[in-house]
């Protein structure tokens, strides 16, 4: 087999456990459908779980894990891959290309994957959930960082009607545990002409199956708290959520928001040490947040309006 009928077939391959929705295929099944020997089938298999699609083998054949986030009966566009570098430099090049409002690139791998302040991303395959959605807004750039947060409620509120699990968050752009630990992180990034966004590219990393993260990194898992979980499920409702809630926001403004976010917050109205982009740090009270994302938090030497910086919390409370 030449490499680009292996490659042509490999995509077949793919293709079919994806519209067979969690059923398994039979090797025999597969080789008469490409017309190709069993043991090549085999090879086109090992090669799709080297890449890091998370094919589950059993006597009857091979599937799709049940809850793989593949495109399949979602209500947007989603381009589903196994492993990409960053799913927000795939998400740019979408934006560029004209894709629309709310497509979306979802990777169970990724092997550049970036927080706030380049901070590398942990996303082993099949473990949570790493996508990047394209948005369009037309509200000042000013109002942008409304969105960091707006993700955040469409997170916490998608988790709980799935799981019933109550998670929390921390400004600007984590969800976390009750204890503390993080859950979810977001990254906004936006591209910019005339002073107005040409796109913002939004993405979300949200830790579903427990694992080992690096000792460096105090992260938790969703199935720490409530099991099982389906990623699949899961995301469909992130969306619908993000999506309600953007709509929202395009045409009444921050206020909805803003008040959602407020009640579901762990950050208000405790100690905070702010590390400010400049490298510079203080500490004090948060005591709110402004109808444009902002936090206000009160020092010794009066109210201080944070913009952007890494806030980190003296305590989080158990609930």
Do not use: C
Not at 31 to 54: C, F, W
Not at 86 to 93: E, G, H, I, N, P
Not at 181 to 189: H, S, T
Not at 197 to 213: E, K, P, S, T, Y
Request: charged fraction near 20%.
């Amino acid at each position: 087999m030449s490499a680009s009928d292996f490659t042509s077939s490999r995509l077949k391959v793919l293709q079919r456990l994806q519209t067979e929705n969690g059923a398994f295929v039979s090797n025999e099944n597969l080789a008469t459908q490409l017309n190709i020997a069993r043991v090549a089938s085999q090879k086109l298999i090992s090669s799709l779980e080297a890449e890091g699609y998370p094919i589950e083998r059993g006597s009857k054949g091979y599937r799709l894990a049940v809850d793989a986030p593949t495109p399949q009966g979602l209500p947007f566009a989603l381009e589903y891959k196994a492993t990409t570098t960053s799913t927000q430099d795939d998400a740019r090049v979408l934006a560029r290309s004209g894709a629309s409002e709310f497509s979306t690139v979802l990777a169970e791998i990724q092997t550049a994957g970036r927080g706030r302040r380049a901070k590398v991303w942990h996303s082993p395959s099949g473990a949570g959930l790493y996508f990047t959605v394209l948005l369009r807004p037309t509200r000042p750039v000013t109002e942008l960082g409304v969105l960091p947060l707006l993700a955040g409620v469409a997170l916490l509120r998608a988790i709980k009607l799935e799981t019933g699990f109550e998670a929390l968050l921390k400004w600007s752009n984590d969800l976390l545990a009750s204890d503390g630990r993080k859950l979810a992180g977001i990254l906004l990034e936006a591209e910019l002409e005339d002073g107005m966004a040409r796109f913002v590219v939004l993405g979300m990393g949200l830790n579903v199956r427990i694992q080992d993260f690096p000792l460096d990194i105090p992260a938790a898992s969703l199935e720490e708290f409530v099991s099982p979980v389906n990623r699949k499920k899961l995301l469909s409702t992130i969306m619908l959520e993000l999506q309600e809630l953007y709509q929202s926001w395009s045409e009444h403004g921050s206020s909805v928001v803003i008040q959602a976010w407020r009640e579901s917050n762990a950050t208000l109205g405790r100690q905070v040490m702010v590390l400010e982009p400049n490298g510079s740090s203080f500490t004090g009270v948060a005591q709110d947040i402004s109808n444009d994302g902002a936090l206000i938090v009160k020092t010794s030497g009066g109210l201080k309006t944070v913009n952007a910086g890494e806030v980190s919390l003296k305590f989080v409370p158990n609930r």
